[in-house]
Nanobody, 114 residues
Framework: QVQLVESGGGLVQAGGSLRLSCAASGSIFSFVAMGWYRQAPGKQREWVATISSGGSTNFADSVKGRFTISRDNAKNTVYLQMNSLKLEDTAVYYC????????WGQGTQVTVSS
C-alpha cells in the first residue's frame, strides 16, 4: 500500500519561507489529486491547496498568492512552497492523496514565530 511521508516543517520567523515535501512510496498517479491540509491547535483541519494529476492547482483564500503547490511525478513527490509566512500559518500540515480510499500522511509541524 502506498504511504505518504511529509517533511520540511520547522520553526521560521514571520515573513520567512519553508518548503514542505510529501513523498509517496508508490506512484502519485494512483491518486486523482494531491492536497495539503493543516490543523492548528484547537481548530479543525482545513484545506490549504490541491494539485490535480494534470497539474491544475487551487488554493484556500488564506494562502493564495503566498503558497504554491507543485508535483514531481518522477520523484512521486508533492511540494508546498510557503512564502511570506504569518503567525496564523502555524499548524501541523498534512498531505492527502485523493483516492479510494483517501490516504493521509502523518503530518509535519510548522511554527511561525514573531
Amino acid at each position: 500500500q502506498v504511504q505518504l511521508v511529509e517533511s520540511g516543517g520547522g520553526l521560521v520567523q514571520a515573513g520567512g519561507s519553508l518548503r514542505l515535501s510529501c513523498a509517496a512510496s508508490g506512484s502519485i498517479f494512483s491518486f486523482v489529486a494531491m492536497g495539503w491540509y493543516r490543523q492548528a491547535p484547537g481548530k479543525q483541519r482545513e484545506w490549504v491547496a490541491t494539485i490535480s494529476s494534470g497539474g491544475s492547482t487551487n488554493f484556500a483564500d488564506s494562502v493564495k498568492g503566498r503558497f504554491t503547490i507543485s508535483r514531481d511525478n518522477a520523484k512521486n513527490t508533492v511540494y508546498l512552497q510557503m512564502n511570506s509566512l504569518k503567525l496564523e500559518d502555524t499548524a501541523v500540515y498534512y498531505c492527502r492523496g485523493y483516492g479510494t480510499p483517501d490516504l493521509w500522511g502523518q503530518g509535519t509541524q510548522v511554527t511561525v514565530s514573531s
